[in-house]
């Protein structure tokens, strides 16, 4: 085969429902629908380009117990793809595994049976027909990777230590699995990866993000390895690339593809496509921007008339999530009345923050250079509000330290 394309996202979190109200006319939250909708334009983007295969590797769910109508609505999107003939390899993140009662399968199952569809619950190298090969490893467990008796004697961020060494040699093993002269390979899974970006701007370490996180952390060099030509995490939902030069790293994480919280307020939301040369090099990735929801701050300034609110919201902000922002000291029913009108434009408030005053407990005195210890005094005391009696006392005493300690008067 001469190129593989292949569709990458992860994080769906179909029912994660967060900031969602119930549309009356479907009964359905509104997040599930947003990210149903992510779900739809993801598989449409894949049919029309014709990709050789779809892959997510994990959190798909909010947790491991989804209602049914979140298990239809995903249905559809495996249906969608199956039935266009498009190969789908899933594996599982660890919100499958919340709430997952003990011995139940995972809720990945359900779409098994479906033609085209790769349930990978475990560690495994999928090879498609055309020679591509799409190896998948699952968020690392204790259960999975350590024997009764491994955690013996260990602390806790020890034993997450030894289930990611454990995940690095299941990777090795994967990447042994793979003959790179059938076709192009890729590694996809769920995990923290070393030196990733969580949220706007932190970055940590291996042992920042495991003492951080309180979990396995698995290092960047034991994915930014040969044969991979291209690396496809879940679990960080801020969109990346882990350690490589600009566009051309192999490691990234997918992302999110929808709006969860006003920590992604700016975050562009976005699936990859990702394209993988039969010559072993690493793949170029192109960022598709996602349908998902806007959210948007509004900070109001002083004195508005909170008719003239709606005015304050950018454009694009027809159907956002807002958060509104109130002058310090304003009272609820300024909030109320902004939340009232906002709604009205199909914007939803979600939240009115009311900052409180700013705290004031003393002036500020600037003393100009070279003042002379009592002139500052004076200056400082009436901005203090102390009471002239007192201040009468204070210079005195003070007047008698400057003559001792000789300090120029
Ligand atoms: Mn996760």
């Given amino acids: 085969m001469s190129e593989a394309r292949v569709v990458a996202f992860s994080d769906l979190h179909i029912d994660g429902g967060r900031h969602g109200t119930t549309n009356p006319a479907t009964g359905l939250n509104t997040a599930w629908e947003s990210t149903a909708r992510i779900a739809k334009s993801i598989a449409d983007y894949a049919i029309e380009q014709e990709v050789d295969a779809v892959v997510t590797p994990g959190d798909l769910y909010l947790n491991g117990w989804p209602r049914p109508e979140a298990v239809e609505l995903l249905f559809d999107f ?18 499958e595994l919340i709430n997952l009662p003990r011995g139940h399968r995972s809720p990945i199952e359900h779409f098994r049976d479906l033609a085209h569809v790769h349930v990978m ?37 020890e034993i997450d230590a030894l289930v990611a060494q454990r995940a690095v040699d299941q990777i090795a093993r994967l990447a042994e699995q793979v003959d790179v002269r059938r076709g192009p390979a890729m590694l996809a899974g769920h995990a923290t990866v070393g030196d990733c ?22 290092p960047l060099e034991a994915l930014d390895v040969d044969p991979w030509q291209h690396v496809a995490m879940g ?9 490589g030069e600009g566009a051309s790293g192999r490691v990234w994480f997918c992302g999110s593809p929808d709006r969860d919280t ?22 170029s990735v192109a960022s598709i921007a996602t349908p998902a929801r806007r959210f948007v701050t509004l900070p109001l300034p002083e004195g508005l008339d909170p008719a003239y609110a709606v005015d304050l919201l950018p454009l694009e902000a027809d159907g956002a999530i ?67 009696d007192d201040a009468a006392r204070l210079r005195e005493k003070a007047a008698v330290l400057v003559e001792e300690t000789g300090v120029a008067a």
């Fill in 322 to 388: 807002v958060r509104v922002v109130l002058p310090p000291g304003s009272d609820d029913a300024l909030g109320a009345e902004v939340r009232r009108v906002i709604g009205l434009t199909g914007a939803h408030v979600v939240q009115v923050e009311r900052p409180l005053p700013p705290r004031n407990d003393s002036e500020r005195v600037v003393a100009e250079e070279g003042i002379r210890p009592l002139e500052g005094l004076d200056l400082w005391m009436p901005a203090q509000g102390i009471a002239d």
């Fill in 78 to 95: 495996f249906r969608t793809l199956s039935a266009a003939g498009i190969d789908v390899v899933v594996s599982p993140g660890n919100h």
């Fill in 121 to 157: 619950t475990g560690p495994g190298v999928v090879t498609l027909e055309s020679g591509l090969q799409i190896a998948t490893f699952p968020w690392p467990t204790r259960t999975s990777l350590l024997a009764p008796g491994d955690t013996d004697g260990k602390t806790a961020p």
């Fill in 262 to 283: 006003f920590t992604d307020e700016r975050e562009a939301k976005a699936f990859s496509d990702i394209r993988l040369a039969d010559n072993g090099s690493i793949a």
């Fill in 197 to 218: 970006v969580i949220g706007s701007s932190k970055r940590g370490s291996e042992m920042d993000l495991a003492e951080l996180f309180a979990e396995p952390v698995i």
């Fill in 235 to 243: 679990h960080i939902h801020t969109r990346q690339i882990i350690g």
